[in-house]
Structure formats: C-alpha cells, structure tokens
C-alpha cells in the first residue's frame, strides 16, 4: 500500500529558471524506509517539501507532474531551532503543540506526548524548558513533536545533523521501529554509514535528477563511491585502490578478505 | 493612569536581570524608550505641551513594556484560544510579544561571536556605532531568514488557518477577573466618549 506517489515531479523555486527537481518519479510504501542520496543541491531537501505538500503550497514556485499523499504527514527540518513553537513552557507542551493544534481530546494527546517521549529517551527531560536544550536535545524534541502528531509519512531533512553518536543510534532504531509500525519514512541524510542498516530503498539523486534507485548495496557501487557516496569503509576500500565492488561496512568487509 | 502604569511597572517578578529587582528593569527600558520623545518634544514645543504630550507617550510606553515583561505568551495563547479565538490569531498575538526575548538571545550570541573575531563593542561613540552597526544586519537579515522555516515549520505542525485548537491547560478565569475585563473596557469606551464629545 503507497504513502507516497510522485509522478514526473519538476519544481521550480519562486524567481528561478532552472528547476530544483527534473522529472522526479518515486513511490513511497507503508512500512518502507527510503533513503535520499546525494551531493549538497542535488534536491534531497526540496524533494521531501514536495513530499510534506509544502512545495509549491507554501515556498511558492511552480510544480509540475503530479504528487500523491495517502497519509498525513509529518516533517522534521534540519534546524531544530527554527522548529520549536516559542510557546511553550516545558518540553511536554513544546510535544503536545502539534497535536493540540489537530483539535485532539487532551486524553489522547497526553497519550500521544507520552508515548513520542519514551521513544526518544526524553521522558527525563519533559518539564524543562525548551529554551535551555542544547542542539541535540532541541533536535529529538522536535522530531518527538512530529512523532506525536501519529504521521503516516515521516520525513526527515539530516534528522542525525545535531546528534550525537548515542542519539543517532537511538534514532536510527527508532526509525526501524516506526516502519514496523507500518509508517512510510522518507529521509534526506549525508549520515551514510547508518543507511545499510536503516534503508530498504536508497535513492541517488543528481541536480534534481534521480540517478538510481536500488538497495543500500548503491553505496558500494563503484560510480557511487566515486561521487562521494560510499559509506565509510567503501572509501576506505577504495583509497585503497582494491577493486569494486567495495564492502558497505565492516562486517562486509570482513568477509571480502577471508 | 500614568501612576497607575508605573506602580504596575515596580510590580516584583515582571522580569528578570542579573543585579537588578525586575521591576526596575522594566522602569529602566520605559525610561529609556521615552526619554527619547521628551527631548524631541522639549525642542519642538513650550513646557506645558511637552508635559501633556511626554505623559501621554510615556503612559502608552509603560504599558506595553509592562505587558511585555509580566505576560507570558504562551499563557496569553492559552487563554485565547480557551476563550474561542483562532489559534492563528492567538499565535500572532503570542509570538510578537515572545519576538523581544528571541532577538535579544540571538543579538547576544551575533555579539559574542563578533566578539571572537576582534571586533569590540566597547570604547567611544565611534567604536559603538560601529558596532551596532555591525550587529544590526546581521540581526535583521537572519530574522528575516528565519521566518520562511519558521512557516514551513508551524505548517507542519498544525497551525494552519481555521483549526480548532485544543487549549492544554488554559489560565483560570475567575468571575472577578471577568468582571474587571468588561469593566475596563467599559471605562476605555466611556474616556473615548468623553473625549470626543
């Protein structure tokens, strides 16, 4: 069952004569984790605006093709600081700001805040004010503040950005957990080498263009390595000058020289 | 009214400044936003017009600087919206009152960083313009930068027009203070009636 269809997608920005996506097809299945791949204005990040219907809708510009959403979804920006309401007193309301604002019953948004909290460890920190969170904090504040809004389709712009290693792992795990649940999940990320555990799709996109689609094994391919696209140990694998196709991670790796 | 306001003004835990008692950090910003238009009036007309005039400016001052500091703006939303007003409105109301702490922070941390890079706020009135200058479009185009995101963001969280908002956990409204609303109001409308007859 499709979350997400796009269907020949071009975007243009406002005031601008080159698009920002050429011809974009891509489907999105419930319960799917797509990955967006790609050099910095490559449109990883405008794509997921199309995505959440905030492009052309609220950017402004021009859109052609056609997007499909057979979900509600939510997205999470790569600054969390630009995220935060400002009207909120503690972290749990900075949560319960979305889900209030879907006119919910107060039983159902408590339940909804507190479930978002327990899944990103935040539960601790729930009567602080969002104004003393450092980046990490604020960042997993606003990615519980759309868990809880319950979206059918997650996307998320560099959602690892302001994290540390501790809290991209939670995250990617989180990430696993909510496909489970059924969720289509989107994202937009330069954090590579969590892409063979958590993608089940990688798309690799070039100038607004898709250059290919396929599983994490993309980021061993050769021509992906070259781009600058290899996880960490396919670049490793290819400074060293072995031949292709490279080992996405370690234990790929491993098994290669014995 | 002008007492009034100023009393108000002194009102302990209407703000908060390191060395100071918070009312007179909010009597030191009326002072100081309206010195400016006593001396502008002082120059322009005779004693008796500057004074009934710079009481006016300085009464409208207090009052809003008052409200600034003593109302939190996420209580203000709260209560408007448990009171039946759009949750846009009331977002609009809340975040111009929240938009002076928000660019004080971030004024602070544009100086800090010119800080690191040498240049110094500090020396004569030269040196101070020069820094304020320098402060100034930074502080002005990253607020104008941010507003776009900020769009994208509140979207995507629900606040969009014609949503009914489920108030969390709206400031009690007593029968007094209902009653004092509608009897100041009633006073704003018998002073305007007066005042134009």
């Given at each position: 069952m499709r979350s997400l269809t796009l269907e020949g997608v071009s975007f243009w920005y406002p005031a601008t004569d080159s698009p920002a996506l050429r011809n974009v097809s891509l489907h999105v299945a419930r319960g799917e984790i797509v990955a967006l791949v790609g050099a910095l204005g490559a449109g990883a990040s405008t794509l997921l605006l199309v995505a959440a219907d905030l492009a052309p809708r609220v950017t402004g510009g021009r859109l052609t093709g056609s997007a499909a959403r057979h979900d509600r979804s939510g997205i999470v920006l790569p600054t969390p600081w630009t995220q935060?309401?400002?009207?909120?007193?503690?972290v749990w309301d900075e949560v319960a700001f979305g889900p209030a604002n879907l006119g919910w019953p107060t039983h159902e948004i408590a339940r909804q805040v507190d479930r978002a909290l327990e899944q990103l460890e935040l539960a601790p920190l729930?009567?602080?004010?969002?104004?003393?969170?450092s980046g990490g904090e604020l960042q997993r504040v606003i990615i519980a503040a759309i868990l809880a809004m319950d979206p059918g389709l997650v996307l998320l712009d560099e959602?690892?950005?302001?994290?540390?290693s501790d809290g991209a792992r939670t995250l990617w795990r989180l990430i696993r957990l909510l496909a489970k649940e059924g969720k289509a999940v989107l994202l937009a990320t330069?954090?590579?080498?969590a892409l063979p555990e958590v993608a089940d799709r990688v798309v690799w996109l070039e100038d607004g263009a898709i250059r290919a689609v396929g599983p994490p094994d993309l980021l061993a391919d050769v021509a992906a390595c070259d781009a600058g696209l290899g996880t960490s140990v396919a670049t490793v694998w290819r400074t060293s000058g072995?031949?292709?196709?490279?080992?996405?991670?370690v234990a790929h790796a491993l098994r290669r020289w014995r | 009214m002008l007492a009034l306001a100023l009393v108000l003004t002194l009102t302990p835990g209407a703000g908060s400044s390191p060395g100071l008692r918070p009312g007179l950090v909010v009597l030191r910003t009326v002072l100081l936003t309206a010195a400016p238009f006593w001396v502008f009036l002082l120059v322009l007309h005779d004693v008796a017009t500057t004074v009934a005039i710079g009481l006016r400016i300085t009464t409208m001052v207090a009052s809003f600087v008052w409200l600034v500091a003593a109302l939190e703006p996420a209580r203000l939303v709260e209560a408007m919206v448990a009171a039946g007003w759009s949750a846009s409105l009331a977002y609009l109301f809340g975040a111009t009152l929240s938009a002076v702490p928000v660019l004080k922070a971030r004024a602070q941390r544009i100086v800090e960083a010119q800080r690191a890079r040498g240049l110094s706020a500090r020396g004569g009135i030269a040196a101070r313009l020069r820094a304020l200058r320098a402060l100034a479009l930074p502080l002005v185009l990253s607020a104008l930068h941010e507003v776009d995101e900020r769009a994208l963001a509140l979207e995507t969280r629900?606040?969009?027009?014609g949503i009914r908002r489920t108030p969390l956990a709206p400031p009690p409204d007593t029968p007094v203070e209902r009653a004092a609303r509608w009897a100041l109001l009633l006073a704003c409308l018998f002073a305007l009636f007066r005042r134009v007859m």
């Open positions: 935060a309401s400002g009207m909120a007193f503690s729930a009567s602080r004010d969002p104004v003393t969170l959602p690892a950005a302001e994290l540390d330069s954090t590579l080498d072995l031949p292709g196709p490279y080992p996405l991670t | 629900g606040l969009v027009p």
